[in-house]
């Protein structure tokens, strides 16, 4: 199989990085995955506890499948990621534009329908919507490696990757994995508000975008606390990472930052409704996390404003240093 022909057609189609792994099952993964659960890591995401034995194993998950086509997209932000003024929110970087899940699945799709065509043989393709252990899988195949954020990371595009995979049953060469290049470094470490990495591993509890994201319910006030003015999602320990200084901007237009997505003011967000926040959000990944969610998150941000110099608010109301990083 022409392996270059596929990576071109999938650059031509827009993805930045294009990779392949084996198949295989790697008895690592669900060994990790068994304990990340049983330790309750999880939090409130029980779809984590869901189709284990898939999500640790391509194969149980489609049992036709060798090979697996690991695509990147750069979504690196033109202006860094900073914090905004303590009396705006901070909305993550991946979430400021168009929700990339329909950005991705039209070209991926695109990909999937030309394979078929050219191959003749069945495929499945994902982007975030499955049980598919995404980060392995793509340090697998060599696009980049799993950096102590946890995140994959690319000697090009840094840490700002999009993550998307084809399954198929053609065998195809995979490619050589890519060294871990973090070193002695512990910038995104130091970085994290909440204190959340150590060691190359996370505590999904106290990170940021779990919090802001994922879980439900109150949010513990010593964590509260250091939330500062994010109210979806962190960025944190991807502005701290030195690779990000090397990510050349996105040059997709869906990733371009909406103007109401930029730094919005915390009393504004406060008056939303569930009709307003669906208008406002529309089109955005943040409108998965529902009105009640976000008002929860604004007024631990206002609360945070309160006491301006509340922990995890940083330089404010200036905002983040780190911005250029």
Not at 141 to 155: A, C, E, L
């Amino acid at each position: 199989m022409n392996k270059s022909e596929i990576r071109a057609k999938a650059l031509e189609l827009g993805f930045d990085a294009v990779g392949f792994a084996s198949a295989h099952t790697d008895p690592a993964w669900r060994d990790a995955l068994d304990r990340f659960v049983a330790d309750g890591r999880h939090g409130t995401m029980g779809w984590m506890a869901e189709r284990m034995d898939q999500r640790a194993s391509p194969q149980a998950l489609w049992p036709e499948v060798r090979s697996v086509i690991v695509l990147g997209t750069n979504y690196a932000p033109a202006g860094g990621a900073g914090l905004a003024p303590a009396d705006r929110a901070t909305i993550s970087v991946y979430a400021r534009g168009r929700d990339y899940h329909d950005t991705i699945k039209k070209r991926l799709k695109a990909l999937g329908r030309w394979l078929a065509e050219r191959y003749h043989q069945p495929l499945k393709v994902f982007v975030d919507t499955a049980p598919v252990m995404e980060k392995p899988l793509a340090a697998r195949s060599g696009i980049g490696w799993q950096g102590r954020h946890t995140n994959i990371v690319s000697r090009r595009f840094g840490s700002w990757l999009f993550l998307a995979e084809i399954y198929t049953p053609l065998d195809l060469e995979p490619d050589p994995p890519e060294p871990d290049h973090c070193g002695s470094c512990r910038a995104c470490e130091t970085a994290c508000p909440t204190g959340a990495l150590e060691g190359g591993r996370i505590e999904p509890r106290r990170c940021i975008s779990y919090l802001t994201i994922e879980h439900q319910g109150d949010i513990a006030p010593e964590l509260a606390a250091l939330m500062g003015n994010r109210v979806y999602g962190c960025d944190d320990c991807m502005a701290a990472c030195p690779w990000n200084k090397f990510a050349p901007p996105t040059r997709e237009a869906d990733f371009s930052p909406r103007i109401e997505l930029t730094m919005p003011r915390l009393a504004d967000l406060a008056q939303l409704d569930d009709a307003s926040f669906r208008e406002v959000f529309s089109g955005s990944p943040v409108k998965r996390i529902g009105v009640i969610r976000m008002a929860r998150n604004v007024r631990i941000a206002l609360d945070n404003q309160a006491s301006v110099g509340g922990l995890g608010l940083r330089d404010a109301p200036g905002g983040d240093d780190r911005q250029d990083h």
